[in-house]
């Protein structure tokens, strides 16, 4: 929290003074946790679920605290709304007036999505530096997508380099940003939401008041943000044939030149030169599939394919161990390969192949899973669905708020398409979004471990007996 | 077609004529077919396959020609259409005024479902009676839901038992229909309408001119036809133990349960009596449930949750081994049991059980088909939905339209709701609502098997030398 201090001492905002007292309570408070080192230092998969959800609960808390306490966000429900939307990096906002924020509120709003991108937990892990076995657990709940591939063999070193990168773009972004007139304060908040797939932008406009040349390179960072960070690092090695076999980063941008094209043949009628409409187009496609939020057009007036072509897209999402959200393009390349296979056996049952991603085979435990999250993220939809009818509002608003939470997406359509807000939607209703969002973010299962009761069954009772 | 013929005699319809013109070429046209004995009785899983979804195709084709040459339909894709939707037991209409078809035309109409639900092939098999093996490919194919269960180890022993069940259950309406001063006719139509779960009816009105007493008669067999037909077996044979273990009838019948509750909280302020209100909002959850389609409201008109809950239930759809669509019963119940199962076995590794519905363990391999089975239901929505999005019309219109095809429904929302029709749909839209139709009443495979290109690698080279 001492980052949007520096803003609010730059800009000579009062409002920042919370900044200081809440950062400072909390460093105590983090003192005193850590003061009592436990006996046992290994972390079982229960407690890696438990704590992972609960960090986030309690991140989120202490996060929305300066928006409340300094009045900027007077309701808490909306504050904590909003800083739960920050940092699972999805990006719905409740603020109907964006501008009318302080600025240093407002850096620490795409703050939020910035820490959020990379994970809490991979972040304090590089930080607090735990010892070996327990990351790995963590890592498992936390990571996004079925497998991040084991690149580098201890978790520690794994962690830091995905830090390294995902610092460095942000960085390299920044520049081009600048290169683009773009002033410095709005420059890290745009970059800071853009890597982590966020989309809380300063202005009311979002995107759409800045010149081509930055919406262009916001587009490609977006996309960029969205690759699988093995990638970058295969990358960085020069490891080509390696990088070749990353599947998913080929079919994920073979979705984004095919939706491309596919929203542009559609829009034709529309009276915009080619170059425009590739712009708006492919900025609004990368906005989707990268699960960011940004917005240059209000895509809810869009014809009924393009908007159909991009409710699909938030449901796909991103590449798995990625900063973005969504179901993850790996997994629906798992569901796709393993239902025509599942054709192939029916025919020929004699020769039944493995699944293969990227020239590996795929485990039966891993397409088990992807199905199993399958069945839990239809479970959660059609629950949040329920919830949110209650308040009477029209199907396409409950269904596309909650595909937009779920899979961080920030905006959807209806009465919460890009040009509008949630703030109308009832407390009630705000918590299940936000559990939504966490959800999401954790893939699904480290939440639903919290309020599945076996889970707890003992769990007060031989904590520090059990050694497993 | 000679029923049909017979209503035209009684009534002295002209029209009638075609069924007895078409009925005799189709005779001949079999009795040619079947002129030359097949060398090799065996059928293997393809050519199960590809029979099974050809025969559907081939029976729609015929049965719409009436309509056609009649000139009552006189627009080819309409009449086919209302034929493959009758036949699929869908009951999906083109018609903007039914009373102004010939009786004879409307009971083929309804006489279609009644065919149609019992499974074209089953109706086959215990007429033409084809020798041991062949049928158990053609019963996996056709059979509705996961798996029928041995309850008779002979398919053609139990073909027939599941006939007589059927017939036996249809005159048992007709009494009751009868009883209620329905005329004859009427009766027969909308007896075999229900039995088939299809939902045409011979008014514009559906079923909302009815007595009260007939709503309470449709609703009990509605909901019975959406039963697992074992159960009337186990409950004939005075079974009780094994009935108790019919989980899935259980679940279906407690799912009704809820629906009905929580739609009658939902509609409290409607001015209506207890029991006015409990009768038409069963009528609704029990036409949607067994995926039937009668109505006697515009459920499009009432508040997003009863409609939302309408939607869910119209996915869910009946029992496996009934004559109702939709995912069945049984693929939900195992969906969230083997979710269940993978969290426990997250949070205990060591501790795996399998899956049990009703009492019996459930294979891997039969879960695995239930997650394939909702991968390639997904596929085929996402795709039907694209096609349908090109004609412009709302979400809700085109997500409810697909819905109400695929799972064997009729009615959906917005502008393919209950007062409405499907006339308005594009020709090529109308092939694909078909499409969909045939797919989900023959659990999607077969349909799929004949557009998956491998199907038909050296099927017309080796067809008479392969035995297998």
């Known amino acids: 929290m001492m980052l949007p201090l520096i803003i609010a001492i730059v800009y000579r905002e009062r409002c920042g003074l919370w900044f200081l007292i809440i950062g400072l309570l909390s460093l105590l408070a983090g003192f005193l946790i850590t003061r009592k080192r436990p006996e046992n230092m290994v972390f079982s998969m229960r407690e890696g679920c438990i704590v992972t959800a609960l960090s986030w609960l309690l991140i989120s808390l202490v996060g929305c605290l300066p928006f409340f306490f300094s ?245 796909i999402g991103s590449c798995a161990g990625s900063t973005g959200g969504g179901m993850k393009v790996s997994r629906v390349i798992i569901m796709f390969k393993s239902m025509i296979r599942e054709f192939g056996s029916y025919l020929f049952p004699k020769r039944v192949k493995a699944i293969k991603v990227g020239g590996k085979a795929v485990e039966p435990e891993v397409v088990r899973g992807v199905y199993v999250f399958l069945a839990a993220y239809i479970c959660i939809f059609v629950v949040s669905m329920i919830c949110l009818s209650f308040e009477g509002h029209d199907m396409v608003t409950n269904f596309s708020a909650v595909a937009a939470s779920i899979n961080n997406t920030g905006p959807g359509l209806g009465m919460v398409g890009p040009s509008e807000n949630y703030v109308f939607f009832a407390g009630f209703n705000k918590f299940v979004l936000m559990f939504d969002m966490i959800a999401g973010r954790l893939e699904l299962f480290p939440l639903l471990m919290l309020i599945y009761p076996p889970t707890w069954k003992g769990f007060f009772k031989n904590t520090n007996r059990r050694i497993e």
Chains 1, 2 share one sequence.
């Open 71 to 315: 009045g900027q966000i007077p309701n808490f429900p909306n504050a904590l709304f909003e800083t739960v939307s920050g940092f699972t990096t999805t990006g719905a906002s409740i603020l109907e007036n964006v501008e009318a924020l302080a600025k240093c509120m407002l850096f620490w709003r795409s703050f939020t999505h910035w820490i959020g991108g990379m994970g809490v937990l991979v972040f304090l892990m590089a930080v607090i530096r735990m010892t070996g076995g327990s990351n790995m657990n963590l890592m498992r709940a936390e990571s996004t997508g079925p497998s991040v591939g084991k690149m580098v063999p201890k978790a520690m070193r794994s962690a830091r380099i995905l830090y390294f990168t995902y610092i460095g773009l942000t960085v390299i972004m920044i520049v081009f940003l600048l290169a683009g007139h773009m002033t410095f304060y709005e420059a890290i908040n745009t970059a800071c939401s853009t890597a982590g797939t966020g989309g809380f932008a300063v202005k009311n406009s979002s995107m759409a008041d800045y010149s081509a040349y930055i919406q262009w390179v916001v587009t490609v960072f977006m996309v960029a943000f969205g690759v699988n960070f093995n990638m970058f690092y295969l990358l960085l090695l020069r490891r080509w044939r390696q990088a070749r076999h990353m599947e998913e980063v080929w079919v994920y941008i073979g979705i984004i030149i095919v939706a491309v094209a596919a929203v542009m043949i559609n829009l034709y009628d529309v009276a915009l030169t080619f170059g425009d409409n590739l712009r708006t187009v492919s900025f609004q496609v990368a906005t989707i599939i990268s699960t960011t939020g940004f917005t240059t057009v209000d895509f809810d007036k869009w014809p009924e394919l393009s908007r159909l072509i991009l409710v699909l897209l938030m449901f």
